[in-house]
């Protein structure tokens, strides 16, 4: 089996088959990331040799590819190694020949029991993906030839934690990832999505301080180091955990206050028709994705304020009418 999620490892029947050099170490993963598809010379020379290859480096890889296919045959096995001209090919076959294909079986399967809401199987099957990772992809193995083949592969990675944070989230195990949630914002502090989910995970552990907290380190992180604000969904959230307006898991939210329209004799009068203002929660959603509901929040926060702006331009036509009553 191969094992590239990490540092390069090679088993047979569970024990470790030695890959000596690393420049056949660089060449082997530079297949791997690519499995089952051409890997052209040119591209095998960059990886071992970056901008500097040698006259000889076409010569050398013949080399690196017969010592690895003695290294990788087994019984009387061929080689999984294949030339093609000016290309080379590594076929790999079955789910968990490569523990790259068993993290993207089991994400698969994951998301397909969120789609299904069984939410408890979808845990367990992205929790096992991400155990897999045992460390940054072809970890040691400086090329950056490499490493825009690794890019793609670690988004992915931080997309499915994020995911697994999801599902956790709303299997009301808070407590439970508030560690797991600090550490990958302490590791990637500009993923807003991460973000939000450690100040929901905080909140409805009983530590709104903390929540607030976290938001004005995000806040201040996004402005000192990139210049910006942080998306307005995060804004929302804060105001919302900041007037205890999301509900603790599992229960209906509270009735948002109602808002009266100001009179010009200092009395408040009842809501004009054509301008009430929208509650920016209902029980409706309090069992929905809090991170889809805080975008919900956003377009009624939009609506009511051009519902304030509605009240405020008739409360000054009202206004402006008595002043007007007033002079006659």
């Given at each position: 089996m191969f094992h590239i999620l990490g540092p390069l490892l090679?088993?047979?029947?569970?024990?470790?088959?030695?890959?000596?050099?690393?420049?056949?170490?660089?060449?082997?993963?530079?297949?791997?990331?690519?499995?089952?598809?051409?890997?052209?010379?040119?591209?095998?020379?960059?990886?071992?040799?970056?901008?500097?290859?040698?006259?000889?480096a076409h010569g050398q890889i013949r080399i690196c590819v017969s010592g690895l296919r003695r290294l990788l045959r087994g019984g009387e096995r061929d080689s999984v190694i294949e030339t093609h001209p000016s290309c080379y090919r590594i076929s790999v076959h079955g789910e968990d020949a490569v523990?790259?294909?068993?993290?993207?079986?089991?994400?698969?399967?994951?998301?397909?029991?969120?789609?299904?809401?069984?939410?408890?199987?979808?845990?367990?099957?992205?929790?096992?993906?991400?155990?897999?990772?045992r460390g940054p992809?072809?970890?040691?193995?400086?090329?950056?030839?490499?490493?825009?083949?690794?890019?793609?592969?670690h988004e992915d990675r931080l997309t499915v934690q994020e995911e697994y944070f999801d599902v956790a989230l709303k299997l009301g195990y808070h407590q439970r990832i508030i560690g797991d949630l600090t550490g990958f914002v302490s590791e990637n502090p500009f993923r807003e999505r991460a973000c939000a989910q450690l100040m929901l995970a905080l909140y409805h552990s009983g530590r709104q301080a903390d929540a607030l907290k976290t938001f004005r380190a995000v806040r201040a992180r996004f402005s000192e180091d990139l210049g910006i604000?942080?998306?307005?969904?995060?804004?929302?959230?804060?105001?919302?955990?900041?007037?205890?307006?999301?509900?603790?898991?599992?229960?209906?939210?509270?009735?948002?206050?109602?808002?009266?329209?100001?009179?010009?004799?200092?009395?408040?009068?009842?809501?004009?028709?054509?301008?009430?203002?929208?509650?920016?929660t209902s029980p409706n959603t309090a069992t929905a994705d809090p991170l889809e509901q805080l975008r919900l929040e956003n377009d009624l926060l939009r609506t009511e304020?051009?519902?304030?702006?509605?009240?405020?331009?008739?409360?000054?036509?009202?206004?402006?009418?008595d002043q007007g009553a007033a002079a006659y």
């Open positions: 090679v088993t047979s029947g569970g024990e470790p088959i030695e890959i000596s050099g690393i420049r056949r170490q660089k060449l082997l993963a530079a297949l791997l990331l690519q499995p089952n598809q051409m890997v052209s010379l040119d591209r095998l020379v960059d990886v071992m040799w970056d901008d500097r290859p040698p006259a000889s523990d790259l294909f068993t993290f993207e079986r089991l994400v698969s399967q994951g998301r397909a029991m969120v789609r299904d809401d069984q939410l408890e199987r979808a845990e367990r099957l992205l929790k096992s993906a991400l155990a897999l990772w992809v072809a970890a040691g193995l400086d090329s950056p030839a490499l490493g825009a083949l690794v890019v793609r592969l604000e942080p998306a307005r969904d995060l804004h929302v959230l804060h105001q919302s955990i900041l007037v205890g307006r999301l509900s603790p898991a599992g229960s209906p939210p509270a009735d948002p206050p109602a808002y009266a329209v100001p009179r010009p004799d200092g009395h408040q009068g009842r809501r004009p028709a054509g301008v009430a203002l929208l509650s920016r304020r051009d519902g304030l702006r509605r009240i405020l331009s008739l409360w000054l036509d009202l206004s402006d009418a």
